[in-house]
C-alpha cells in the first residue's frame, strides 16, 4: 500500500527572500512538514493494528490523528506551490489567468474585497491555522475558508486553491508576533499561475460531487 512522501521544494531555500527566509522555509518543509508526512503514516500504520485486533476504543482518537496529519501534509503541499519568488500582483487577462481573475470579482465583488476578506480570515485565526480560498462546487463559486489547526471549520466538497499558513511556525522567527504584517507580505509571493491552475482543475471536477444515481 501507497504510503506518503514529502514532496521537494519547487524552489531553492531563500528563493522567497525577503517575503520568508531561507531559514523559515528550510524548518518548515523539512521539520514542519515531514513531521506531518511521518504523523499520517503511523496513524495509518496504527489503524491498520486496531482492525487487525478489533482495538475500535482506540479509533476515535486515531481518526483524529489521521484528519490532523493528513490536512497538514495535503495544505503544505499546495503552499509551496502557491508561492513563487517572482510572484505577486493579481490574477490578469494578459497572463492567462483572467478566468480566475473573473471568478474573483464575480464570488467578491472585486479583487480588493477577496484580498481584504482572505488577509483578514488569515490574520485572525485564533491560535493556529490556514486562510484558504477554496472553489466550492455546488454552486461553482469561489469561497473563503479560515481553516482552524489544519481541518476545522472547513465546508465538505471544496477543494483549497490558494492557502496562507498562519501557524506560528510560518513567520515567528522573522516577524516575530505580527502576523498581519506577514500575510500582507505574502501576497507579494502569491504564484497565480499555480492558483488557476487548481481553479480549472477544480471546476473540471464540479459535477463529480453530486452524481445521479
Known amino acids: ?28 518543509h523539512d521539520k514542519h512538514h515531514a513531521g506531518y508526512v511521518k504523523g499520517a503514516n503511523d496513524t495509518l500504520e496504527q489503524l491498520a493494528e486496531a ?10 482518537g486515531l481518526e483524529k490523528n489521521l484528519a490532523f496529519h493528513l490536512s497538514g501534509h495535503i495544505l ?24 480566475l481573475a473573473d471568478a474573483i470579482a ?18 485572525t485565526t485564533q491560535g493556529s491555522g490556514w486562510g ?16 482552524y489547526d489544519h481541518q476545522g471549520n472547513v465546508g465538505q466538497g471544496s477543494v483549497p486553491i490558494l492557502v496562507f499558513d498562519a501557524w506560528e511556525h510560518a513567520f515567528y522567527l522573522q516577524y516575530r508576533n ?6 500582507e507580505a505574502m501576497w ?15 471546476k473540471a471536477r464540479e459535477n463529480d460531487l453530486l452524481l445521479a444515481p
Open 51 to 60: 482492525r487487525e485486533k478489533d482495538q475500535w476504543a482506540t479509533v476515535n
Open 178 to 183: 505580527q502576523k498581519v504584517d506577514f500575510v
Open 1 to 28: 500500500m501507497a504510503l506518503y512522501s514529502l514532496p521537494e521544494l519547487p524552489y531553492d531555500y531563500a528563493s522567497l527572500e525577503p517575503v520568508i527566509s531561507g531559514e523559515i522555509i528550510e524548518l518548515h
Open 132 to 147: 484558504v480560498l477554496a472553489y466550492e462546487p455546488l454552486t461553482g463559486r469561489l469561497i473563503v475558508e479560515q481553516v
Open 188 to 202: 507579494r509571493v502569491v504564484n497565480w499561475q499555480d492558483v488557476s491552475r487548481r481553479y480549472t482543475a477544480a
Open 76 to 99: 503544505h503541499s499546495i503552499y509551496w506551490q502557491n508561492m513563487t519568488g517572482d510572484g505577486g500582483g493579481e490574477p490578469l487577462e494578459k497572463d492567462g489567468t483572467g478566468e
Open 106 to 123: 464575480e464570488s467578491f465583488g472585486s479583487f480588493a474585497r477577496f484580498k481584504a476578506h482572505l488577509s483578514k480570515a488569515a490574520a
